[in-house]
């Protein structure tokens, strides 16, 4: 018995420490929740869409962060339409939870609305990347996979939280799938700060020295 116990011990101790991304989590709620959000109408030109058509910050009973939502949009082959994404966090199962509202299709087709919950987990597969876009912006990512099943069902979905060099106070979240199942969700929320990108920059290099 007496050699049982190290045994155990040092067996859950190596369990704990290959399975332990709670840091990086931890990381990304508290540069979520430690940012001030912009309002709506500094955030983009608004066009005929009312403030609250874009973005929405919500708080708990102690006035800190709840959640936010900011209207961006879905593709699925060929169709396409707006999408109310909400961003949480469930601290519990430590999850980034998408919730989305989305409608797709055409005034040919007609349109469909739907909603699913997505949730997106920092696990072993959790990768960074950075890449320049068709016009010539650099941007700073972070990809998702082998995440939890949707609310929905939908199985192997892949998510992106990036920030782009040009937008240092913004941060966009997409998820979508691949394969014969091609779909994307995505939409983007703005905050006071820019230095909202050098903290997206710390939790990313916490990531790469844990490869």
């Known amino acids: 018995m007496k050699k049982t116990k190290p045994f155990l011990l040092i067996i859950l101790m190596t369990l704990t420490s290959c399975n332990n991304y709670s840091p990086f989590f931890d990381e990304f709620v508290q540069i979520i929740e430690q940012k001030k959000p912009l309002k709506p109408v500094e955030s983009i030109m608004v066009n005929n869409d009312t403030p609250e058509d874009i973005s929405l910050y919500n708080k708990d009973s102690s006035g ?11 593709l699925s082959g060929n169709m396409s339409g707006p999408s109310e994404v909400n961003i949480s966090f469930d601290k519990e199962k430590e999850l980034i939870t998408l919730k989305t509202k989305n409608t797709t299709g055409s005034i040919y087709t007609r349109y469909d609305t739907w909603e699913d919950t997505f949730y997106l987990s920092f696990n072993e597969k959790t990768w960074v990347y950075e890449e320049t876009s068709d016009d010539g912006i650099k941007y700073y990512g972070i990809g998702f996979k082998e995440n939890p099943t ?35 969700i995505y939409s983007e929320f703005y905050f006071e700060e820019k230095s909202l990108i050098d903290d997206f920059q710390k939790l990313r290099s916490m990531i790469k020295s844990s490869k």
């Open 150 to 184: 949707s609310f929905g069902g939908t199985t192997g979905c892949i998510g992106n939280i990036k920030i782009f060099e040009n937008k240092p106070n913004s941060i966009f979240i997409m998820v979508f799938g691949s394969g014969s199942s091609s779909w994307q």
């Open 64 to 74: 800190n962060f709840k959640s936010m939502t900011s209207v961006g949009y879905n």
